[in-house]
Every structure is written in structure tokens, then in C-alpha cells.
């Protein structure tokens, strides 16, 4: 499928709101590093806030895919996937374009929590979380939606840990607690 300028523009504009930050990014930062106008931008945005949901929703399926296909590359079974989880971050965060987590970034910008950027982001942790409950039902694992809210929680405060950038192993630190969530939320255990 043919993209669209108005896909492009999202595309280019995620990368840039990733790296840094929505309010630091003025529209003619956007104008100069997506080579799209301010007429165009606008053509397909009404607002900034607009483009920044876009571009939040964007980020949202393509973390959440990468997430747990990644998760099923890891591990066979679905406990196992749990696990995994956090090697697949692990990964994330070793990577050179890793900036930390959009979402945090978008709720620590806008911290109304009826903002509708705040909306988007915490959005995507609710569907992490039904994802992970999901998984953790499959797995046979007692309290699911329990477990996929702890499980979440330790993802983003590993996730948060290695945009601090102190050094360690968040990922690798909360998997041991994951584990341990896991073997407790294990039936006959």
C-alpha cells in the first residue's frame, strides 16, 4: 500500500517527538525535518495536539507489535512469553535509537489527566496490560488481570530505569521479579 502524505508526516513526526520531547518540538522544527509544510502539516492536522495523538497512536501499534511478536520469537508457551517480555526490552534498551518511553514523556508533558495526549498514552499501558492478561490467562495463570498489571508495572519501571540511564540491567532486574510473580501466580505452586 502506497503511503500517504499524511502518513509520512506522522512517520517523520514520531521520530522526531521521540527524540525530542512534543513541547520542545515547535512546528517549525517540523517543518524543517519532515520537509512537509506548515500548510500541509495543517492541511491534515487542525492542531500540534492532533499531530501528537497521531503520532502517539502510530507509536502504540508499532510498540505493542514489535512487543509481543517479539515475545513469541523469544518463547514458545505463553508463560514462557511473560518472561520474555522483559529480554525483549532488554534488547530495546541496547539499542542506539533508544530514547526512552514516548508515553512517559507524553503524560509527563501534558499531566491533565483528561488531556487527551494523557488519554492516548495512558491508553497504550491499558493495552499492554489487557495484552499481558490475555497471555497470562492462556497460560493458566491464577488472577490474570492481576498479574498483567504487575507485570506491566515492572515493564514501565524498567523502562523508565534505562532512560534514566544509570547503568544495571532494569530489564534483566525486573525479570527476576517477573519470575517471581509468575511462579506465585503459577497453580499447584
Not at 500548510?39 to 501528537?52: A, G
Not at 534505562?162 to 503459577?186: Q, S, V, Y
Request: with cysteine.
Amino acid at each position: 500500500m502506497r503511503q500517504t502524505k499524511r502518513d509520512e508526516l506522522v512517520e517523520k513526526a514520531t521520530a522526531i517527538f521521540y527524540r525530542n520531547g512534543f513541547q520542545a518540538t515547535g512546528m517549525d522544527r517540523l517543518v524543517t525535518e519532515t520537509g512537509i509544510s506548515k500548510t500541509s502539516i495543517y492541511k491534515h492536522f487542525k492542531t500540534k495536539d492532533d499531530l501528537i495523538i497521531a503520532s502517539l497512536q502510530l507509536r502504540d501499534t508499532f510498540i505493542r507489535g514489535w512487543l509481543f511478536r517479539r515475545m513469541e520469537e523469544l518463547a514458545a508457551t505463553p508463560l514462557e512469553q511473560l518472561i520474555a517480555m522483559f529480554d525483549a526490552l532488554d534488547e530495546w534498551f541496547h539499542q542506539p535509537d533508544f530514547h526512552g518511553c514516548m508515553f512517559a514523556k507524553a503524560c509527563s508533558e501534558y499531566q491533565d489527566p483528561e488531556h487527551p495526549i494523557n488519554r492516548e498514552a495512558t491508553d497504550h499501558v491499558a493495552r499492554i496490560s489487557a495484552q499481558l492478561a490475555i497471555i497470562a490467562g492462556r497460560a493458566g495463570l491464577r488472577q490474570p488481570s492481576e498479574l498483567a498489571r504487575q507485570l506491566a508495572l515492572l515493564k514501565e519501571g524498567a523502562v523508565v530505569l534505562a532512560t534514566m540511564g544509570r547503568g544495571g540491567t532494569p530489564a534483566l532486574d525486573a525479570k527476576a521479579i517477573a519470575i517471581k510473580l509468575i511462579n506465585e501466580a503459577t497453580p499447584g505452586k
